[in-house]
C-alpha cells in the first residue's frame, strides 16, 4: 500500500528454475519417499502449493492476463522449489491463515510481491518484514514496535494483522478480492471514492475501470494475478513438482515463557533447530528477548510434543495439520503391497472438492492418477462437466 511503501528492488532475484519438462513430454513423477512416510511435524511440499491452488478465486488465465507482469516473476517458482529457502514453509503458513480465515489465496502472494518472503526484509523508504508494513500502519493494526523488538518482523504478528485486515476489506468490498487488493494497496476510502465517482457498486465493479485510482493500485491486482499464473505454469514441469515434493516443516505460533529472554536457549530447550528458529523469528534483534517481550508469540516447527501447552492457536495449527496429515496417510506397508490396516485405508482413499478453474486433466495430474482411473472411479466420462464444489474420488474403494 502507498502507505506502506515500495519494497526497494521490487523485482525478485530467484534465479532461473530448473529446464522444465512439461507433463505432455514426461510423465508424472512417481511417488516418492516423502509422499509414503512424511516426518512427524512435516507435510509434502506439493500439499502446500495444492491448497494455495484450490483456495484461489481467479484461477483462470487468460490472454488478458499481463505479459508485462508475468515475464517480471518468471523465476518466482524457483523460490519454492529451493531446499536451501524458508519460502514454502512461511508460504504454507500463510496459506493456511487465510484458508482458516476463509479468503481467497491470491492474499498469500503479497508477501512475494514485497518482500520475496524474507521476514527480515527492510526496505531503506521504512517499510519491513514478510508484509512490508511502515511503522504508522503497523501501529494502525495493532503491532507492537519497542525497543529490542519490531513486530513488523514477526510472521506471526504480522500475518495476524494483515489477515485481519484483508477479511475486513473484503468483507467491505462484496468478496472481490481485486477490489480488496486495490483498498490494501491505496486504503478503503480511496476505493469507496472511486466506486462512488465511477457509478459502480462493489458487488458487480469493474475494477479496471474506476475512476481516480492510483495506476500502482490497479498494477497490484494485475501483479498478483499474473504471479498466480506463473506458479500455474510452473506445475507444468514434472520437474518443479518433484522439486516441491519434499517434507516440509510445519510451522505453529508459539507463546515465549515469561521468563525467556534467549530466542537461542528457548528453542534449543525444545530441541528445535536453532538457525531455522531465529531465521524465521527476526523481530528480537540479536535474538534476545527484552522483558518487555516476554509472552509474545513466535513461528516455531510443530514436531512432536515439543510445543505442548505453547501453541497458542491449536485449532488453526494443530488440527489444521492433523487433518492433512490424516488425507495424506500412505504407510510403506501399503507401498509394499503389504495388507494395510483399516486406518491406514481410509486414510490413503483420497478426495478432491473441484474448484473454479480445475479440469480432469489437471486433477488427475496433480493427484498422479490415470485419467481413466478418475472417471471410472466417479462414474464420468471425458464430456463430463465439473462445477465447483464436486467430491471427487481419487483413489480406488479397499
Request: hydrophobic fraction near 45%.
Amino acid at each position: 500500500m502507498s502507505r506502506r511503501g515500495a519494497l526497494a528492488g521490487a523485482g525478485l532475484a530467484l534465479g532461473l528454475i530448473c529446464a522444465a519438462a512439461t507433463a505432455a513430454d514426461s510423465p508424472p513423477p512417481a511417488a516418492s519417499e516423502a509422499q509414503i512416510a512424511a516426518p512427524v511435524g512435516t507435510r509434502n511440499g506439493r500439499e502446500i502449493y495444492t491448497r494455495f491452488r484450490e483456495g484461489l478465486a481467479d484461477p483462470n488465465c487468460d490472454a488478458a492476463t499481463s505479459e508485462r507482469w508475468q515475464r517480471h516473476f518468471a523465476n518466482a517458482p524457483k523460490q519454492l522449489a529451493s531446499g536451501n529457502s524458508d519460502a514454502l514453509a512461511l508460504f504454507g503458513y500463510v496459506v493456511d491463515a487465510l484458508r482458516e480465515a476463509s479468503l481467497p489465496t491470491e492474499y498469500a502472494l503479497i508477501p512475494f510481491v514485497e518482500s520475496g518472503y524474507k521476514p527480515g526484509a527492510r526496505s531503506g523508504s521504512g517499510p519491513a518484514g514478510l508484509w512490508q508494513f511502515i511503522a504508522l500502519t503497523a501501529r494502525n493494526h495493532a503491532v507492537a514496535i519497542r525497543p529490542g523488538y519490531d513486530g513488523r518482523l514477526s510472521p506471526v504478528e504480522s500475518t495476524q494483522a494483515a489477515v485481519r485486515y484483508l477479511k475486513t476489506l473484503h468483507g467491505m468490498f462484496a468478496g472481490d478480492w481485486r477490489l480488496a487488493v486495490m483498498a490494501y494497496n491505496a486504503g478503503e476510502y480511496r476505493v469507496l471514492g472511486a466506486l462512488k465517482n465511477s457509478g459502480q457498486e462493489a458487488r458487480s465493479a469493474r475494477p479496471e475501470s474506476l475512476s481516480g485510482m492510483p495506476a500502482i493500485s490497479v498494477g497490484y491486482v494485475r501483479k498478483l494475478h499474473a504471479l498466480s499464473c506463473v506458479l500455474d505454469r510452473a506445475d507444468d514441469s514434472a520437474e518443479w513438482l518433484r522439486a516441491l515434493d519434499r517434507p516440509i516443516t510445519l510451522l505453529a505460533p508459539a507463546a515465549l515463557p515469561a521468563d525467556a529472554d534467549s530466542l537461542d536457549a528457548w528453542a534449543a530447550a525444545k530441541g528445535f533447530d536453532v538457525a531455522l528458529v531465529k531465521r524465521i523469528n527476526p523481530a528480537f534483534a540479536d535474538g534476545r528477548i527484552a522483558r518487555a517481550g516476554s509472552g509474545v508469540r513466535v513461528l516455531a516447527p510443530i514436531a512432536s510434543t515439543a510445543l505442548a501447552g505453547t501453541v497458542t492457536d491449536p485449532v488453526a495449527a494443530v488440527a489444521t495439520a492433523s487433518a492433512e496429515a490424516a488425507a495424506r496417510t500412505v504407510t510403506l506397508a501399503d507401498a509394499a503391497g503389504v495388507e494395510p490396516s483399516a486406518a491406514a485405508t481410509t486414510a490413503a482413499q483420497r478426495t478432491h472438492t473441484v474448484a473454479a478453474g480445475d479440469s480432469l486433466w489437471r486433477i488427475a495430474r496433480r493427484y498422479d492418477v490415470q485419467m481413466r482411473d478418475l472417471l471410472a472411479r466417479n462414474g464420468m466420462t471425458p464430456r463430463s462437466k465439473l462445477h465447483p464444489g464436486m467430491v471427487l474420488k481419487i483413489d480406488a474403494a479397499k
